[in-house]
């Protein structure tokens, strides 16, 4: 068979990602801080671009010379103005404005398949029906991975069982608020606190001495010596000659060992062994915990109850600026600057960049009220009686109920925060996986069950720790079908110990509470 070269001329259809459509779906998925990140460096390269405080007066000239785009609420009206036409200030260049400032976000990605993680991923095994259950390698086990322990929170779980004296507890929490990240405490706190809570020094030493005892070793320390001296303590290795070593620290580090042997009254041997001691020890016993940085959450979205028994749903203005189209600077400079050359193509761009922009941002707020909308609609009896009312919900719900995209409800839902009556939560909240009722019932969220298992726990009394079995049981009575693994797991996530490690510590806590 010959070979040849030949033109062939065909028709297909192809979904054609344009830069800007790209940025539109960029924003939408951006949380308010990075949006605001975002329109502060587009207003630094473009002049037609202007930043207003949502408190600022927009009324009389300056409505008249500029194109707002205020995204402070759901109402259409809102949006209704839009860019003058771009052809009556700079001509031809504007022939292919509406197909570049494509910024819908419905339906985008049609061939999408379905969101590449499940909104429970700890029920992937069990529930097969579930997207991606087959395919582990669609997840990123780092995104489940718990965040870690603060150090306060790890000093506090011990307190309760080394001090219980509640004038002791107060002096604790005053030392507390002292230490440090690397787990040291300064000198001058003990006198800061004694002079703040009118004790003795002795009195706030006692309760140093004390929080000393506590896990990791070496916590609470006021030097390097001492904090190595704790730590060899409770190893039973302080002994007369490492006591020498440790307290002649400034010899082992300009290396000077004749010195050291000679204090130490130990040969070189039994030296090296000191010295691989002391190398097991950790100088900054507070280094493997967070720091605890707290961040301030934004709610993007406010629901509030109306007077009829509905909710009114808005945006929040705090998270959404102001951007104005500055339409008589771009009037005034058409008309000095030449249309053509590289003065007009600037212009141009500027006009179609900024003309995007506000498009993008009417679409975006548009978009984010459809989604709040619909979870609050479906979530209405989580709203009024808590979240033992919380339903089950999945993307393809509110996707088909919006008539838009799955991946596009998704992204809208990705680090985006609502405040309602009943605390403020991120909208993934509101998405859990359906667990099945005893005798065909209406399904019951995950979330939901979860909840009541910590009630349960939390109810109980010294001498009647429930066991997983047992609480199987008890919501088998409640109308829930749970096996008994997936109840071990939920009391793991909600880092709940086992009924045995439980009644060890209700035992210990009423010793506590006797004494």
Do not use: C
């Given at each position: 068979m010959a070979l040849s070269a030949s033109l062939l001329l065909r028709q297909s259809q192809s979904l054609v990602m344009t830069p800007q459509l790209m940025q539109s779906i960029q924003l939408l998925q951006m949380t308010h801080i990075e949006l605001t990140q975002f329109i502060a460096q587009e207003v630094e390269k473009n002049p037609l671009l202007e930043i207003v405080a949502n408190d600022s007066d927009l009324s009389g000239s300056s409505t008249a010379n500029s194109d707002s785009v205020d995204e402070s609420g759901p109402a259409p009206e809102q949006f209704a103005e839009s860019p003058p036409d771009p052809e009556e200030w700079y001509g031809d260049r504007a022939s292919s404005l509406n197909e570049q400032l494509d910024t819908?976000?419905?339906?985008?990605?049609?061939?999408?398949?379905?969101?590449?993680k499940a909104d429970a991923p700890e029920l992937i095994g069990q529930w097969k029906s579930m997207p991606g259950a087959d395919s582990a390698e669609a997840y990123d086990l780092d995104d489940f991975v718990a965040s870690k322990q603060t150090l306060r929170d790890h000093i506090g779980q011990q307190l309760p069982f080394t001090i219980s004296v509640p004038t002791d507890r107060l002096i604790a929490d005053a030392l507390l608020d002292h230490l440090e990240e690397t787990g040291y405490i300064p000198a001058e706190?003990?006198?800061?606190?004694?002079?703040?809570?009118?004790?003795?020094?002795?009195?706030?030493?006692?309760?140093?001495?004390?929080?000393?005892?506590?896990?990791?070793?070496g916590i609470f320390s006021r030097t390097l010596c001492e904090c190595l001296s704790i730590q060899l303590a409770q190893?039973?290795?302080?002994?007369p000659a490492m006591r020498a070593f440790v307290g002649n620290l400034e010899l082992l580090a300009k290396r000077d060992?004749?010195?050291?042997?000679?204090?130490c009254g130990v040969g070189e041997e039994d030296l090296l062994d000191m010295l691989a001691e002391i190398r097991s020890l950790n100088p900054r016993p507070g280094a493997g915990f967070e720091t605890g940085i707290s961040e301030i959450i934004v709610p993007d979205i406010i629901v509030r109850p109306a007077s009829d028994g509905s909710w009114l749903i808005e945006l929040n203005p705090e998270t959404l600026p102001r951007v104005l189209v500055n339409q008589t600077y771009f009037a005034q400079v058409s008309k000095i600057k030449a249309r053509n050359g590289e003065d007009g193509e600037f212009l141009s761009e500027c006009m179609q960049?900024?003309?995007?922009?506000?498009?993008?941002?009417?679409?975006?707020?548009?978009?984010?009220?459809?989604?709040?909308?619909?979870?609050?609609?479906?979530?209405?009896?989580?709203l009024i009686h808590g979240v033992d009312h919380l339903r089950p919900l999945n993307l393809k719900q509110v996707a088909d109920a919006i008539k838009m995209h799955?991946?596009?409800?998704?992204?809208?839902?990705?680090?985006?925060?609502?405040?309602?009556?009943?605390?403020?939560?991120e909208l993934k909240y509101f998405f859990s996986v359906s667990i099945g009722s005893v005798e065909g019932g209406d399904s019951h969220s995950a979330e939901a069950v979860r909840h009541r298992i910590k009630l349960m726990i939390a109810q109980e009394a010294p001498d009647g720790v429930l066991s997983d079995d047992e609480i199987v049981e008890n919501l088998k009575k409640n109308g829930v079908e749970l096996a008994r693994r997936t109840v071990a797991k939920y009391r793991e996530a909600m880092?709940?110990?086992?009924?045995?490690?439980?009644?060890?510590?209700?035992?210990?806590?009423?010793k506590i509470a006797i004494a």
């Open positions: 819908s976000f419905e339906n985008v990605f049609q061939d999408d398949g379905a969101p590449s706190a003990l006198h800061d606190v004694s002079g703040r809570l009118g004790k003795s020094i002795a009195e706030v030493e006692t309760i140093l001495t004390a929080l000393q005892t506590l896990d990791p070793p190893k039973d290795r302080l002994d060992f004749v010195s050291l042997k000679r204090l960049t900024a003309s995007w922009l506000t498009r993008s941002l009417d679409q975006r707020a548009k978009t984010i009220m459809k989604v709040a909308s619909e979870i609050v609609r479906q979530q209405d009896a989580f799955e991946s596009t409800v998704s992204r809208v839902t990705s680090r985006k925060y609502m405040l309602t009556p009943r605390g403020l939560f880092n709940i110990p086992s009924s045995v490690q439980r009644r060890r510590e209700k035992k210990a806590m009423a």
